[in-house]
T-cell receptor, first 115, second 111 residues
Framework: GAVVSQHPSWVICKSGTSVKIECRSL??????MFWYRQFPKQSLMLMAT?????????EQGVEKDKFLINHASLTLSTLTVTSAHPEDSSFYIC???????????FGPGTRLTVT | SQQGEEDPQALSIQEGENATMNCSYK?????LQWYRQNSGRGLVHLIL?????REKHSGRLRVTLDTSKKSSSLLITASRAADTASYFC???????????FGTGTSLTVIP
């Protein structure tokens, strides 16, 4: 079955630093990937839609300069949290839409803790 | 916000009982999906129901969809302790097939 991986699975960083999270579709191609954020005991909130070769589309209220998204290939999208602050601590989950069948598959998530 | 709502927010039942959780959404959809999430873990896809379907079964799961009421329900029959998790509905209301998740139901099955 289609597999989406995320790296790292968890990361701790100091306030003010930047952190990059990778989302890879391992056995399929994805022109579109999605990034979600989930705070403890809350639901997943869509942050942005990442399209291969073009700029990401951000949901209302999400700062595009703070959450940099790069979809450089059909199998890789990256989310960079710039100048991270403790309030950015969250669980970040990506999903990838299979070019072949348009089904979406979710990654296992990355837990970010900013100290 | 396009986020849907689920109720109840939390549900606690005895093993062997059935669990029903409901999801309401705001806009027209192509399909609705249910996911399960164990605490601190990723999502597990449970079932997809398309807008032209009214009911779907998968093992102990039964999903209904009422597009006129913009609502769906997930029934888990003969619950087990291992069913303890959070359950989310997700709709693809966006033109770009974005998923919008409901608020979730936290299910606890007591052995």
């Amino acid at each position: 079955g289609a597999v989406v991986s995320q790296h790292p699975s968890w990361v701790i960083c100091k306030s003010g630093t930047s952190v990059k999270i990778e989302c890879r579709s391992l056995d399929f191609q994805a022109t579109t990937m999605f990034w979600y954020r989930q705070f403890p005991k809350q639901s997943l909130m869509l942050m942005a839609t990442s399209n291969e070769g073009s700029k990401a589309t951000y949901e209302q209220g999400v700062e595009k300069d703070k959450f940099l998204i790069n979809h450089a290939s059909l199998t890789l999208s990256t989310l960079t949290v710039t100048s991270a602050h403790p309030e950015d601590s969250s669980f970040y989950i990506c999903s990838a839409r299979d070019l072949a069948d348009y089904e979406q598959y979710f990654g296992p998530g990355t837990r970010l803790t900013v100290t | 916000s396009q986020q849907g709502e689920e109720d109840p927010q939390a549900l606690s039942i005895q093993e062997g009982e059935n669990a029903t959780m409901n999801c309401s959404y705001k806009t027209s959809i192509n399909n609705l999906q249910w996911y399960r999430q164990n605490s601190g873990r990723g999502l597990v896809h449970l079932i997809l129901i398309r807008s032209n379907e009214r009911e779907k079964h998968s093992g102990r799961l039964r999903v209904t969809l009422d597009t006129s009421k913009k609502s769906s329900s997930l029934l888990i029959t003969a619950s087990r302790a291992a069913d303890t998790a959070s359950y989310f509905c997700a709709t693809d209301a966006g033109g770009g097939n974005q998923f919008y998740f409901g608020t979730g139901t936290s299910l606890t099955v007591i052995p």
